[in-house]
């Protein structure tokens, strides 16, 4: 099976200049494989790496990998840096994403997009074909149009951050998107809305990983996979089940199965 | 010689004074030069003088003479008049000679503009190594008046610098801009040069009853000059006064105002920017003196410092006993961009008056890895996400100008390298 990414035993601890080593691990030996095309689902008590997985993935310089190895399209992921990693196709949706004071939000994401296409060899686009497609997808996920004039994220409420973070991605056009939970702290409308900016992107060639704590984001995105992610390793994999499962029978049952 | 040598102190200068060919009759009669035997030369041990050393002064054999270099000229001039700028009304001035043929704002009979190359020894009252060093020559002394009957209300000053003889020149214009009642008017000045100079200039700067003053400074000059200024500036009653400075030139800089709130219900306004990179230094000193009540102040200094670049800020607001309802505010933002990048900040306020609303504040940092983070994330190169941030931090500045001519051009300076 053609694998869009697959993480081998991967060891990584977050810098912490408050300990003696200056490291503390988190992550403690993840396997993962998504193979093209499929949308896999990460859940998980708090505190067991999720997020910490998807900075790793997106070269966040805090967390330093110690062990194991990531590919991501046959490439070695670790070695990229972040801006290298989105030129090659990998997005991730921010839990909370940063404001960026005097940073104009379209400014930015023209900034970004052209970066991208240059890196991938494409043109890059012209101010007035930027902001026709970028008034077209904010519109799309019911964006007031005064967002793209506003400074990045700031003032901006948690559900618009997150719809930001989806036109974002419409415009980068990656192939593999992480959303950490992208969900949380949105209304039952704004949930839809977003769910439905990640599914127009759905396409054989585009894979995802989800990290959420809610069944509800799955009734709207359908998942292949699920994988329960504890004590810094992936300890159970199923089907989309597995996640109405959790919901109503919490997580205890899979975590008396781990030793630390 | 002899007779320079009679003085106790300031035996530094001599030499600097020497090289500089004053004759022993100069030397006599200038007060100036006795200000400078008088007094030590100005070392670190001075609390002034603290974090900016003028020991280059005394290395470099600087020169009065210059030679004439149009071909130099046209080109900077080129380069600095773009569509923007070319229809302003402008002052052309290189190695402190007033270019009268390059210059669209002439010597007039109703004196709103004057040209004059006698001695001025008189020409305002601060006493400081640097101003004295600036009134020992005969060098321009440039007036400009802005008055209701006339229709002059924005002008823009090129100031040029150029090394094109064996020795470094030195030259020390004086400016004097007298806004006259109710009138509004706009000064830009650039400053620009290639090579090793030291321009050292001296202003004076007057605003009458309901004036208003809107000053960018620019210095875009080469990274081996050295550029000193003093300003004084004397505002009157209901008058507002907005200088911004942008600093990306010159190997050592000082900027050192004066500003002087006499009348009531005036506003003093007084920005910088300063992005420095390899070893320049740059240094922003500034006294504000609240001497009536019902004015305010605001002070915000931004530094930007890479490599081995060196800022300095000393502020200081003087809020006199009779200055009540005084609202002063003085702040200082550095941002270190390299290890070895530094900054001196000294934020001074010394308070008289007890209803007063004053505030300082200092804050040094480095960019915010998470924002750097967020915007490597979005495919953004780590040198272009950096310029973003740093643009961000510098637009806030910027974004405070009225004029959107000027603040185009502040934009490109800043991104031009």
């Known amino acids: 099976m053609n694998m869009i990414l697959e993480i081998k035993e991967l060891h990584a601890s977050v810098i912490d200049d408050t300990l003696k080593n200056g490291l503390k691990p988190i992550l403690k030996g993840v396997n993962l494989s998504i193979p093209v095309g499929e949308t896999h689902v990460i859940m998980g008590p708090n505190g067991s790496g999720k997020s910490s997985l998807s900075y790793v993935l997106s070269g966040h310089p805090s967390y330093k990998v110690t062990s194991g190895s990531v590919t991501f399209k046959n490439q070695n992921l670790l070695k990229m840096s972040p801006d290298e990693r989105a030129a090659a196709g990998l997005f991730l949706a921010f839990q909370s994403p940063v404001e960026l004071p005097g940073v104009n939000n379209a400014n930015f994401l023209r900034t970004a997009v052209n970066s991208v296409r240059k890196a991938r060899g494409e043109s890059e686009l012209d101010a007035v074909s930027f902001l026709k497609l970028a008034r077209q997808l904010a519109k799309n996920l019911s964006f007031p149009a005064d967002m793209l004039k506003r400074n990045v994220n700031v003032g901006f409420s948690g559900g618009e951050k997150k719809r930001n973070e989806v036109l974002q991605m419409s415009l980068l056009q990656p192939s593999f998107a992480i959303l950490d939970e992208t969900d949380s702290g949105l209304d039952i409308d704004a949930l839809r809305i977003v769910a439905e900016g990640v599914n127009s992107l759905q396409s054989p060639s585009f894979s995802s990983l989800i990290i959420t704590h809610h069944q509800r984001l799955l009734d709207y995105i359908k998942p292949d996979y699920i994988h329960i992610l504890a004590k810094g390793r992936i300890i159970f994999i199923g089907g989309p089940e597995l996640s109405l499962q959790l919901e109503k029978e919490g997580y205890a049952r899979f975590l008396g199965e781990v030793n630390e | ?417």
């Open chain 2, 1 to 417: 010689m002899s007779n320079v040598k009679e003085h106790q102190y300031g035996n530094e200068w001599i030499e600097i004074l020497e090289n500089l060919s004053f004759s022993e009759q100069e030397r006599k009669t200038s007060n100036a030069i006795r200000f400078l035997l008088a007094n030590s030369f100005p070392t670190r041990k001075t609390e002034e003088w603290k974090y900016s050393d003028l020991k280059w002064l005394k290395k470099i054999k600087f020169t009065q003479n210059s030679v004439f270099d149009e071909i130099f000229i046209q080109k900077a001039l080129d380069t600095i008049l773009t569509d923007d700028l070319k229809n302003v009304p402008r002052i052309v001035c290189y190695n402190g000679r007033y270019l009268k043929q390059f210059s669209t704002i002439q010597e007039n009979p109703n004196f709103f503009m004057l040209v004059d190359y006698s001695k001025n020894e008189s020409f305002i009252n601060l006493k400081n190594a640097l101003v004295a060093l600036n009134k020992i020559f005969d060098n321009l002394t440039i007036t400009v008046k802005f008055s209701s009957k006339n229709d002059m209300k924005s002008i823009l000053c090129i100031n040029l610098g150029n090394a094109n003889t064996s020795r470094p020149c030195v030259f020390s214009p004086k400016y004097h801009f007298h806004i006259l009642d109710n009138v509004q008017a706009t000064i830009l000045e650039i400053n620009y040069g290639e090579g090793v100079y030291f321009s050292n200039s001296v202003y004076d700067i007057k605003l009458d009853h309901k004036a208003q003053l809107n000053y960018t400074y620019i210095n875009k000059a080469s990274k081996k000059s050295y550029y000193c200024t003093n300003t004084l500036i004397e505002l009157s009653d209901h008058t507002k006064y907005k200088q911004f400075q942008l600093i990306k030139g010159s190997l050592f800089s000082r900027y050192e105002t004066n500003i002087h709130l006499k009348g009531e219900w005036s506003q003093a306004e007084f920005d910088a920017v300063q992005i420095l990179s390899d070893h320049q230094h740059a240094d922003i000193t500034s006294q504000v003196i609240h001497d009536v009540p019902h004015c305010q102040s605001h002070q915000n200094v931004k530094n930007i410092l890479s490599d081995f670049s060196h800022g300095v800020f000393q502020g200081k607001v003087y809020v006199n006993r009779l200055a009540q309802k005084t609202n002063a505010q003085q702040q200082n933002q550095a941002l270190l961009l390299s290890d070895h990048a530094e900054i001196n900040t000294k934020p001074e306020l010394e308070i008289y008056a007890d209803d007063v609303k004053c505030s300082h504040g200092a804050a040094i940092g480095a960019l915010d890895q998470e924002q750097l983070f967020f915007l490597m994330s979005r495919g953004i190169p780590y040198e272009l996400a950096q310029k973003m941030l740093i643009n961000a931090f510098i637009n806030e500045s910027i974004e405070k100008i009225d004029d959107s001519i000027i603040q185009n051009l502040l934009h490109q300076s800043i991104m031009a390298k």
